[in-house]
């Protein structure tokens, strides 16, 4: 595991260990956090900063407390505004740990599924970010509640991404029992009259076929990068 994958994991689980009251000195919480992702001793390097907690602690903060936490933390110094990648980093990196059934995923975590899904989509449609996004963010609801993935992901990411993707995200579920003959009249007419719709069919495609074992995929930063640059490129 490379410096910077271990500073980024290490100071998310110091930030979710502070917001969850488990700790409340910053320093115990990197430490505690360095001891669970590493197993051991971490190197200097591999500790994150108390200021890059903060800006951690305080997308968590505005992630489940509300804006009027975040404006708090922000006055007593704790950031710069919720940058919306550090946000969609935060809410990728705990799949790594959510375990699928292997009958519907024989790929593995669901860290694994979603980056295969982002591969795949990035053959599709390399340059409509909107449709990035979805594909590499739909199952972040698994890491939250995973009876009611779908609505608390879209929660989660509620003000950073566009009606679009939280469409697609919405609705990729509803796709894979329109394929299955399952869906509802009602449901089918809504899906088949949205613009979108043909943009969807490709999503539900790509996952299903991003549950491959041993599958290329990216690293996580590798894929926000990828997008944060195409956002850039597309002003």
């Not at 110094?77 to 809410?91: S, W």
């Not at 549950?211 to 930063?221: D, L, S, T």
Request: proline share 4%.
């Amino acid at each position: 595991m490379t410096s910077e994958k271990t500073r980024r994991k290490i100071a998310t689980e110091a930030a979710r260990l502070l917001c969850s009251r488990q700790e409340t000195d910053c320093y115990r919480a990197k430490l505690r956090a360095a001891r669970q992702i590493i197993g051991g001793w971490a190197r200097p390097l591999d500790l994150p900063t108390d200021q890059e907690i903060r800006d951690e602690v305080l997308a968590w903060s505005r992630m489940f407390d509300g804006s009027q936490s975040a404006e708090r933390l922000a006055r007593r110094g704790a950031a710069e505004p919720l940058d919306r990648f550090l946000l969609y980093e935060m809410l990728l990196w705990p799949l790594e740990h959510i375990k699928q059934n292997p009958k519907w995923h024989p790929e593995g975590d669901a860290l694994y599924h979603s980056l295969q899904v982002f591969e795949l989509a990035r053959d599709a449609l390399p340059y409509d970010e909107e449709f990035l996004l979805a594909a590499l963010l739909h199952d972040v609801g698994k890491a939250i509640d995973p009876h009611d993935r779908v609505a608390t992901g879209l929660a989660a990411l509620d003000g950073y991404i566009s009606e679009r993707t939280a469409w697609l995200i919405a609705s990729h579920e509803d796709a894979a029992a329109l394929r299955a003959g399952t869906l509802g009249a009602r449901g089918r007419r809504r899906l088949l009259e949205h613009e979108s719709f043909e943009e969807l069919e490709l999503l539900a495609q790509c996952d299903r076929r991003g549950r491959q074992c041993g599958a290329p995929a990216p690293e996580v930063h590798e894929a926000l990068d990828y997008v944060r640059d195409l956002a850039a490129m597309c002003g």
